[in-house]
Protein backbone atom coordinates (compact mmCIF):
# COMPACT_ATOMS: atom_id res chain seq x y z
CA UNK A 1 0.00 0.00 0.00
CA UNK A 2 1.56 3.09 -1.29
CA UNK A 3 2.45 6.05 1.65
CA UNK A 4 3.58 9.22 0.86
CA UNK A 5 5.49 11.82 3.52
CA UNK A 6 6.09 15.24 2.82
CA UNK A 7 9.88 15.13 4.94
CA UNK A 8 11.21 18.49 3.45
CA UNK A 9 9.55 21.84 1.26
CA UNK A 10 10.14 25.43 1.05
CA UNK A 11 8.16 27.13 3.64
CA UNK A 12 5.96 29.88 2.84
CA UNK A 13 5.99 28.49 -0.80
CA UNK A 14 2.92 30.29 -1.80
CA UNK A 15 4.78 33.85 -0.73
CA UNK A 16 7.76 32.90 -2.45
CA UNK A 17 6.00 32.29 -5.41
CA UNK A 18 4.25 35.80 -5.63
CA UNK A 19 7.00 37.60 -4.56
CA UNK A 20 8.98 36.42 -7.02
CA UNK A 21 6.46 37.18 -9.41
CA UNK A 22 6.08 41.05 -7.99
CA UNK A 23 9.50 41.42 -8.46
CA UNK A 24 9.24 41.11 -12.10
CA UNK A 25 7.31 44.27 -12.70
CA UNK A 26 7.91 45.83 -9.05
CA UNK A 27 11.16 48.52 -7.84
CA UNK A 28 11.04 47.32 -4.29
CA UNK A 29 13.22 44.72 -2.41
CA UNK A 30 12.38 41.22 -2.90
CA UNK A 31 12.68 41.09 1.76
CA UNK A 32 9.87 44.13 1.26
CA UNK A 33 7.62 42.03 -0.80
CA UNK A 34 8.33 39.08 1.17
CA UNK A 35 7.14 41.27 4.32
CA UNK A 36 3.97 43.11 2.55
CA UNK A 37 2.40 40.97 0.40
CA UNK A 38 -1.46 39.77 1.87
CA UNK A 39 -2.55 36.36 2.43
CA UNK A 40 -5.24 37.75 -0.24
CA UNK A 41 -2.56 39.17 -3.00
CA UNK A 42 -0.83 36.12 -2.82
CA UNK A 43 -3.89 34.34 -3.23
CA UNK A 44 -4.36 36.52 -6.29
CA UNK A 45 -1.49 36.65 -8.13
CA UNK A 46 -1.16 33.01 -7.95
CA UNK A 47 -4.54 32.89 -9.81
CA UNK A 48 -2.98 34.89 -12.07
CA UNK A 49 -0.18 33.40 -12.90
CA UNK A 50 -1.91 29.75 -13.02
CA UNK A 51 -4.20 31.83 -15.72
CA UNK A 52 -1.97 33.60 -17.87
CA UNK A 53 0.44 30.26 -18.06
CA UNK A 54 3.31 32.22 -16.22
CA UNK A 55 4.37 29.23 -14.24
CA UNK A 56 8.35 29.48 -14.21
CA UNK A 57 8.14 31.29 -10.56
CA UNK A 58 6.61 27.67 -9.45
CA UNK A 59 10.13 26.75 -9.99
CA UNK A 60 11.08 28.69 -6.59
CA UNK A 61 9.63 26.11 -4.67
CA UNK A 62 10.11 22.03 -4.05
CA UNK A 63 8.53 19.61 -2.29
CA UNK A 64 10.69 16.37 -1.02
CA UNK A 65 8.40 12.88 -0.35
CA UNK A 66 9.83 9.45 1.09
CA UNK A 67 7.89 7.08 -1.01
CA UNK A 68 7.06 3.48 0.45
CA UNK A 69 4.96 0.70 -0.58
CA UNK A 70 5.09 1.29 -4.45
CA UNK A 71 5.49 -1.31 -7.29
CA UNK A 72 8.87 -1.47 -9.16
CA UNK A 73 6.02 -1.10 -11.99
CA UNK A 74 4.93 2.33 -10.65
CA UNK A 75 8.54 3.56 -9.89
CA UNK A 76 9.28 2.69 -13.54
CA UNK A 77 6.32 4.72 -14.58
CA UNK A 78 7.50 7.68 -12.19
CA UNK A 79 11.06 8.31 -12.87
CA UNK A 80 9.81 9.06 -16.49
CA UNK A 81 9.29 12.93 -14.80
CA UNK A 82 12.15 14.35 -15.66
CA UNK A 83 12.59 17.27 -13.56
CA UNK A 84 12.60 16.06 -10.36
CA UNK A 85 15.08 14.41 -7.93
CA UNK A 86 15.04 10.72 -7.11
CA UNK A 87 16.78 8.53 -4.59
CA UNK A 88 15.29 4.73 -4.90
CA UNK A 89 16.58 1.96 -2.36
CA UNK A 90 18.95 -0.42 -4.96
CA UNK A 91 18.15 -3.51 -5.32
CA UNK A 92 22.37 -4.11 -6.02
CA UNK A 93 23.23 -3.38 -2.31
CA UNK A 94 20.64 -4.05 -0.54
CA UNK A 95 19.65 -7.87 -0.56
CA UNK A 96 15.81 -8.38 -0.30
CA UNK A 97 15.14 -10.62 2.82
CA UNK A 98 11.56 -10.18 2.53
CA UNK A 99 8.90 -10.25 0.61
CA UNK A 100 6.92 -7.23 -0.06
CA UNK A 101 4.83 -6.96 -3.58
CA UNK A 102 1.77 -4.88 -5.05
CA UNK A 103 -0.81 -6.98 -5.95
CA UNK A 104 -3.41 -5.20 -8.81
CA UNK A 105 -7.03 -5.14 -6.75
CA UNK A 106 -8.41 -6.25 -10.65
CA UNK A 107 -6.43 -9.51 -9.50
CA UNK A 108 -6.37 -9.45 -5.73
CA UNK A 109 -10.26 -9.66 -6.63
CA UNK A 110 -10.49 -12.75 -8.41
CA UNK A 111 -9.19 -15.35 -5.68
CA UNK A 112 -8.27 -18.31 -8.31
CA UNK A 113 -5.88 -15.60 -9.80
CA UNK A 114 -5.03 -14.01 -6.83
CA UNK A 115 -3.44 -17.55 -5.84
CA UNK A 116 -1.52 -18.21 -8.90
CA UNK A 117 -0.28 -14.54 -8.79
CA UNK A 118 1.09 -15.46 -5.12
CA UNK A 119 2.73 -18.14 -6.39
CA UNK A 120 4.40 -16.94 -9.21
CA UNK A 121 5.75 -13.95 -6.82
CA UNK A 122 6.47 -16.71 -4.08
CA UNK A 123 8.48 -18.84 -6.49
CA UNK A 124 10.73 -15.83 -8.14
CA UNK A 125 11.29 -15.25 -4.82
CA UNK A 126 12.38 -18.12 -3.67
CA UNK A 127 14.87 -18.81 -6.41
CA UNK A 128 16.01 -15.50 -5.72
CA UNK A 129 16.78 -16.28 -1.83
CA UNK A 130 18.66 -19.68 -3.20
CA UNK A 131 20.62 -17.41 -5.63
CA UNK A 132 21.95 -15.67 -3.17
CA UNK A 133 23.10 -18.60 -1.08
CA UNK A 134 24.67 -20.48 -4.07
CA UNK A 135 26.50 -17.32 -4.26
CA UNK A 136 24.97 -15.23 -6.94
CA UNK A 137 25.33 -11.45 -5.94
CA UNK A 138 21.78 -9.74 -5.52
CA UNK A 139 22.50 -7.50 -8.47
CA UNK A 140 22.38 -10.33 -10.66
CA UNK A 141 20.01 -12.60 -9.16
CA UNK A 142 17.19 -9.66 -8.98
CA UNK A 143 16.67 -10.17 -12.79
CA UNK A 144 14.61 -13.11 -11.76
CA UNK A 145 12.13 -10.82 -9.24
CA UNK A 146 9.09 -9.58 -10.88
CA UNK A 147 7.85 -5.52 -11.63
CA UNK A 148 5.10 -6.43 -8.54
CA UNK A 149 8.16 -6.26 -5.83
CA UNK A 150 7.63 -2.94 -3.64
CA UNK A 151 10.50 -0.25 -3.57
CA UNK A 152 11.13 3.10 -1.17
CA UNK A 153 12.44 5.74 -2.58
CA UNK A 154 12.96 10.01 -2.17
CA UNK A 155 11.63 12.75 -4.66
CA UNK A 156 11.85 16.25 -4.87
CA UNK A 157 10.25 18.26 -7.06
CA UNK A 158 9.05 21.93 -7.93
CA UNK A 159 5.57 22.40 -8.00
CA UNK A 160 5.50 23.57 -11.80
CA UNK A 161 6.73 20.07 -12.20
CA UNK A 162 4.50 18.96 -9.22
CA UNK A 163 1.22 20.51 -11.37
CA UNK A 164 2.23 19.01 -14.67
CA UNK A 165 3.03 15.45 -13.42
CA UNK A 166 -0.59 15.73 -11.52
CA UNK A 167 -2.03 17.18 -14.85
CA UNK A 168 -1.03 13.33 -16.46
CA UNK A 169 -0.81 11.26 -13.12
CA UNK A 170 -4.56 12.42 -11.57
CA UNK A 171 -5.86 11.77 -15.19
CA UNK A 172 -8.41 8.60 -14.73
CA UNK A 173 -6.22 7.18 -18.14
CA UNK A 174 -3.54 7.03 -15.96
CA UNK A 175 -2.98 3.47 -14.40
CA UNK A 176 -4.40 3.15 -10.61
CA UNK A 177 -1.80 2.63 -8.85
CA UNK A 178 0.43 5.79 -10.23
CA UNK A 179 -2.98 7.43 -9.48
CA UNK A 180 -3.11 6.59 -6.13
CA UNK A 181 0.80 7.78 -5.57
CA UNK A 182 -0.14 11.45 -6.92
CA UNK A 183 -3.52 11.33 -4.76
CA UNK A 184 -1.61 11.34 -1.69
CA UNK A 185 1.09 13.47 -2.98
CA UNK A 186 -1.45 15.95 -3.65
CA UNK A 187 -2.70 15.57 0.11
CA UNK A 188 0.36 16.16 1.79
CA UNK A 189 0.93 19.40 -0.47
CA UNK A 190 -2.12 20.91 0.82
CA UNK A 191 -1.43 20.72 3.96
CA UNK A 192 1.25 22.74 3.98
CA UNK A 193 0.77 24.94 0.72
CA UNK A 194 -3.21 24.63 0.03
CA UNK A 195 -3.54 27.29 -3.05
CA UNK A 196 -0.97 24.83 -4.82
CA UNK A 197 -2.06 21.75 -3.56
CA UNK A 198 -5.70 22.71 -5.23
CA UNK A 199 -3.96 23.26 -8.42
CA UNK A 200 -2.86 19.77 -8.28
CA UNK A 201 -5.56 17.98 -10.93
CA UNK A 202 -6.07 16.08 -13.68
CA UNK A 203 -5.17 18.21 -16.99
CA UNK A 204 -8.79 19.08 -18.02
CA UNK A 205 -9.51 20.65 -15.20
CA UNK A 206 -6.89 23.45 -17.39
CA UNK A 207 -8.10 22.87 -20.64
CA UNK A 208 -11.69 22.85 -20.03
CA UNK A 209 -12.13 19.78 -21.76
CA UNK A 210 -10.75 15.86 -22.13
CA UNK A 211 -8.52 15.52 -24.84
CA UNK A 212 -8.16 11.96 -24.43
CA UNK A 213 -10.51 9.73 -27.04
CA UNK A 214 -12.73 9.08 -24.71
CA UNK A 215 -13.99 10.86 -21.19
CA UNK A 216 -14.13 9.90 -17.59
CA UNK A 217 -16.95 11.65 -17.63
CA UNK A 218 -15.14 14.77 -15.54
CA UNK A 219 -15.37 17.04 -18.74
CA UNK A 220 -16.30 16.81 -22.42
CA UNK A 221 -14.41 15.28 -24.87
CA UNK A 222 -12.45 18.05 -27.05
CA UNK A 223 -14.75 16.80 -29.95
CA UNK A 224 -17.84 16.63 -28.26
CA UNK A 225 -17.13 20.97 -27.20
CA UNK A 226 -15.79 21.92 -30.54
CA UNK A 227 -17.63 19.98 -33.01
CA UNK A 228 -14.60 18.48 -35.12
C1 LIG B 1 -1.51 7.70 -19.40
C2 LIG B 1 -0.05 7.62 -19.77
C3 LIG B 1 0.39 6.62 -20.61
C4 LIG B 1 1.74 6.54 -20.97
N1 LIG B 1 2.13 5.54 -21.82
C5 LIG B 1 3.44 5.48 -22.21
C6 LIG B 1 3.89 4.48 -23.11
O1 LIG B 1 3.11 3.67 -23.59
N2 LIG B 1 5.20 4.45 -23.43
C7 LIG B 1 6.10 5.37 -22.95
O2 LIG B 1 7.29 5.31 -23.28
N3 LIG B 1 5.70 6.32 -22.08
C8 LIG B 1 4.41 6.40 -21.70
N4 LIG B 1 4.02 7.37 -20.83
C9 LIG B 1 5.02 8.30 -20.28
C10 LIG B 1 5.03 9.64 -21.04
O3 LIG B 1 5.36 9.44 -22.38
C11 LIG B 1 6.02 10.62 -20.41
O4 LIG B 1 7.33 10.09 -20.48
C12 LIG B 1 5.71 10.91 -18.95
O5 LIG B 1 4.36 11.15 -18.76
C13 LIG B 1 6.55 12.11 -18.50
O6 LIG B 1 5.92 13.29 -18.94
P1 LIG B 1 6.60 14.45 -19.79
O7 LIG B 1 7.53 13.89 -20.81
O8 LIG B 1 5.54 15.41 -20.23
O9 LIG B 1 7.33 15.31 -18.82
P2 LIG B 1 8.43 15.45 -17.71
O10 LIG B 1 9.60 14.57 -17.87
O11 LIG B 1 7.68 15.41 -16.44
O12 LIG B 1 8.89 16.92 -18.08
C14 LIG B 1 8.01 18.04 -17.93
C15 LIG B 1 8.02 18.89 -19.18
O13 LIG B 1 9.31 19.44 -19.36
C16 LIG B 1 9.60 19.52 -20.74
N5 LIG B 1 10.76 18.66 -21.02
C17 LIG B 1 11.33 17.75 -20.19
N6 LIG B 1 12.40 17.18 -20.77
C18 LIG B 1 12.49 17.75 -21.99
C19 LIG B 1 13.39 17.56 -23.09
N7 LIG B 1 14.39 16.69 -23.05
N8 LIG B 1 13.20 18.29 -24.18
C20 LIG B 1 12.19 19.19 -24.27
N9 LIG B 1 11.29 19.41 -23.29
C21 LIG B 1 11.45 18.69 -22.16
C22 LIG B 1 8.37 19.05 -21.49
O14 LIG B 1 7.55 20.15 -21.76
C23 LIG B 1 7.69 18.15 -20.47
O15 LIG B 1 6.29 18.02 -20.68
C24 LIG B 1 2.67 7.48 -20.46
C25 LIG B 1 2.23 8.49 -19.60
C26 LIG B 1 0.88 8.57 -19.24
C27 LIG B 1 0.43 9.66 -18.33
Redesign the pocket.
Known sequence: MVQVNLINFTPNAELVIAAAARLSSSSARTRELLEKLSPERVDGLLCQLISSGHLSTFEHVSFTFSIEGISRVTSH?LV?????SYTQQSQRYVPLKELHYITPPAISTRSELEAEFQRAVKAAHQLYCDMLEKGITAEDARYVLPSAIETQLVMTMNAR?LM??CS??L?D???WE?LQLFEKIKVEVEKVAPRIGAELRPKCYRLGYCD?RESCGLFPTREEVTGS
Do not use: D, G, S, V
Open positions: QRHRLAEHALRCRAQIE
